[in-house]
């Protein structure tokens, strides 16, 4: 499956964005699909995913209650709909796809798109 992640951009710290990620090649309910995140200088976290077999989305503590991750299957893409946005979540966010078990470890996804830069100014 390729990804293709998109609507990232510059915003106001308490401001909002919505991130797109449109697949090609598969289905999202073939795949365990997870959003992600890297800053300069630091790992690739995790911020929100949901299993293939469906449920609710998981999420990072530092997102929980801001940012939201929802699909639309008939267009087979993913949103990462952010709210009340922070300096501390610029970074250039990923979406990734895996058939494996598991869900928060970047590891595990063998799929990745190449990120969208996010940055929340003061």
């Given at each position: 499956v390729q990804l293709q992640a998109s609507?990232?951009?510059?915003?106001q710290a308490g401001g909002s964005l919505k991130l797109s990620c449109a697949a090609a090649g598969g289905t999202f309910n073939s795949y365990t699909m997870g959003w992600f995140r890297q800053a300069p200088g630091r790992e690739r976290e995790f911020v929100a995913a949901r299993r293939?077999?469906?449920?609710?989305a998981a999420y990072a503590d530092s997102v929980k209650g801001r940012f939201t991750m929802?699909?639309?299957s008939a267009k087979n893409?993913?949103?990462?709909?952010?709210?009340?946005?922070?300096?501390?979540?610029?970074a250039v966010y990923y979406c990734a796809?895996?058939?494996v078990a598991g869900l928060t470890h970047p590891s595990i996804y063998d799929y990745?798109?190449?990120?969208?830069?996010?940055?929340?100014?003061?």
């Open positions: 609507g990232g951009g510059l915003v293939k077999s469906g449920g609710s929802s699909r639309d893409t993913l949103y990462l709909e952010m709210n009340n946005l922070k300096p501390e979540d610029t796809a895996t058939r990745w798109g190449p990120g969208t830069q996010v940055t929340v100014s003061n």
